[in-house]
C-alpha cells in the first residue's frame, strides 16, 4: 500500500469499515511506515481528545425554558404572576400547565430565581419562631386573677358549701358506681332470681323459713315417688321375665 | 389538658371555684400572651391585652359548651378574636411608629450546612423574625400570623376573619413575599444556599 492510499483509507480503517484483506495491508503499512504510523497515532490521539472535551452543559432546565419562551412567548409568565402562584406552587396547587409556565419562569428570570428559596426560608423562620415562645411576664398572673377574682390569692376564693359538697359527691360516687356498675347489675340479678323462688308471702325470715321446709318436703316427695316408680318398674320387668322363661 | 379536664375546670369555675380558674389562667396565659405580643410587637401592649382576654373569657364561662369542641379551642378561638379586633381597631387609630428602622442592621446568620443553631442564635432569629412581622402592613401581617406562626388552615382564617377563601391566599401569598424581601433586606434569610 501506497502513502496515498494510506491516508485516503484511514478514516475507513478507524471506522471498521475495510475489506480483511485490505485491513491487513494498512496494518502492515502502518508498521513499515513511520511518518504513516506517526500519522495513524496523532489522528486516534486528536479524536479520543475531541471525544472527551464535550461542550459545557447547558442548564436542561434553563436551555429549553429559553427555547420555549423566543419560539412560544405566550407560554411564558410574567414576575407578577409568578408571585401570585407562588404559594399554590409551594402547597403543590398549581395545576401542570401552569406548574411548567412557573418553573420556566423561575429558571430563566434573575429577578425571581431566588425568590422560592427566600419565602420557604423566611417561613421556616416563621417555624422557628413558634418554638421560641415568651415566658409570661412577672406579675401577670397576680394582675389577671385580680383583675376576675379580685384578689391574687386563688385559694381563698371557693365555690360555696353546696356546690363543694356536690363535687365532693360526685368525686366519691364516681370510682364506685361507673366502673363497677356491671357486678351491681348482675348481683341484683341474681339476687332476685334466689329470693323470688324462696321468699314468703308474707316476707317475715320466719315465713322464708316454713317456705324452705314446704319446698324441701316437696322436693322429698317428688323424688320418693320417682323412686317408687321405678321399684315397680323393675318389677313389673322381673314379672315379664318370668313369664318369657315360663313359655 | 384532656377535653374532660377542661370541662370539669369549667365547670368548677362556673361554681365558683377560684383555684380552677388559677389552673385556667396559667395553662393558657404563656400562649396567649404569646399571640398578643406577636399582633403589638410591645410587652405592654401585649400584657393589656392578655388580661382583656381573659378578663372576657372569664366573664363568658357560662357559654362555654365542651360539646361543641375542647376549652383549649374555644378559648384560643376567643383569644384570636380579640387580640384581632384590637389590632384591628390599633391600625385605623394613628400611632406612632415603635420599631426603629431594621434595614440599617446587618444581622449574621449562619447558614452553614448541618451547623446547630444555639439558643442565643433561635432567640436571635425569632426578635428579626417578629421585627420583619412588624414590618408588613396590618392585612398581610394578620395572614401571616395566624398561618406560619398560628397554623391555622386556610378555612380557619376564613372563618376568623370573615373575608373570602381567594382573599386569605392572596394575602398570605403576598405576606410571605414581602416578609421574605424583608429579611433577605435584614439579611436575616441567606442570600443564596452557597
Not at chain 1, 376576675?148 to 376564693?157: I, S, Y
Given at each position: 500500500m501506497l502513502c496515498a492510499e494510506f491516508e485516503d483509507r484511514l478514516t475507513d480503517y478507524l471506522d471498521g469499515a475495510l475489506e480483511p484483506d485490505t485491513n491487513r495491508a494498512f496494518a502492515e503499512h502502518a508498521m513499515r511506515c513511520p511518518v504513516c504510523h506517526d500519522l495513524l497515532s496523532e489522528v486516534k490521539k486528536t479524536l479520543s481528545a475531541c471525544r472527551a472535551s464535550q461542550a459545557p452543559a447547558p442548564l436542561a432546565a434553563e436551555l429549553e425554558a429559553r427555547i420555549i419562551m423566543s419560539t412560544m412567548p405566550s407560554a411564558g409568565m410574567s414576575c407578577e404572576e409568578f408571585e401570585e402562584y407562588l404559594t399554590d406552587y409551594l402547597d403543590g396547587f398549581l395545576p401542570a400547565p401552569l406548574f411548567h409556565r412557573w418553573e420556566r419562569h423561575a429558571a430563566i428570570c434573575e429577578r425571581c430565581t431566588e425568590l422560592p428559596g427566600q419565602v420557604v426560608r423566611s417561613i421556616g423562620a416563621c417555624y422557628t419562631y413558634i418554638s421560641e415562645e415568651m415566658p409570661v411576664p412577672a406579675g401577670l398572673h397576680e394582675r389577671i386573677l385580680q383583675a376576675?377574682?379580685?384578689?391574687?390569692?386563688?385559694?381563698?376564693?371557693r365555690a360555696p358549701l353546696a356546690a363543694r359538697i356536690g363535687a365532693w359527691m360526685r368525686s366519691l360516687l364516681d370510682p364506685i358506681v361507673s366502673p363497677q356498675f356491671a357486678t351491681v347489675a348482675t348481683m341484683l340479678l341474681v339476687a332476685v332470681l334466689v329470693l323470688t323462688s324462696t321468699v314468703s308471702a308474707d316476707g317475715s325470715v320466719g315465713g322464708m323459713y316454713r317456705a324452705s321446709i314446704r319446698l324441701a318436703e316437696k322436693t322429698y316427695v317428688n323424688g320418693a315417688s320417682s323412686m317408687k316408680g321405678l321399684i315397680n318398674q323393675s318389677e313389673k320387668q322381673a314379672d315379664d321375665k318370668e313369664g318369657i322363661v315360663r313359655e | 389538658m384532656a377535653v374532660g379536664d377542661g370541662a370539669e375546670l369549667v365547670r368548677r369555675c362556673r361554681a365558683g371555684d377560684g383555684a380552677a380558674w388559677e389552673e385556667i389562667v396559667s395553662s393558657y396565659s404563656r400562649r396567649i400572651y404569646n399571640l398578643a405580643y406577636r399582633f403589638t410587637s410591645r410587652a405592654d401592649a401585649a400584657e393589656d391585652l392578655t388580661q382583656e382576654v381573659f378578663i372576657r373569657v372569664y366573664r363568658s364561662?357560662?357559654?362555654?359548651?365542651s360539646k361543641q369542641g375542647d376549652l383549649q379551642n374555644w378559648l384560643m378561638r376567643l383569644a384570636r378574636n380579640l387580640i384581632i379586633d384590637d389590632y384591628r381597631r390599633r391600625q385605623r387609630t394613628p400611632h406612632d411608629?415603635?420599631?426603629?428602622?431594621?434595614?440599617?442592621h446587618t444581622y449574621h446568620l449562619r447558614s452553614g450546612a448541618g451547623s446547630v443553631q444555639n439558643d442565643m442564635e433561635r432567640r436571635e432569629l425569632g426578635v428579626q423574625v417578629q421585627a420583619g412581622i412588624d414590618k408588613l402592613s396590618p392585612d398581610l401581617r394578620t395572614c401571616v400570623i395566624l398561618r406560619?406562626?398560628?397554623?391555622?388552615?386556610y378555612q380557619e382564617i376564613v372563618d376568623l376573619l370573615g373575608i373570602p377563601e381567594g382573599t386569605v391566599k392572596s394575602r398570605i401569598n403576598r405576606g410571605r413575599i414581602e416578609l421574605a424581601k424583608i429579611l433577605r433586606r435584614m439579611r436575616v434569610v441567606a442570600m443564596t444556599n452557597t
Open positions: 376576675t377574682l379580685g384578689t391574687t390569692d386563688a385559694e381563698e376564693v | 364561662l357560662e357559654q362555654y359548651d411608629s415603635q420599631a426603629d428602622d431594621l434595614e440599617d406560619d406562626i398560628e397554623e391555622l388552615s
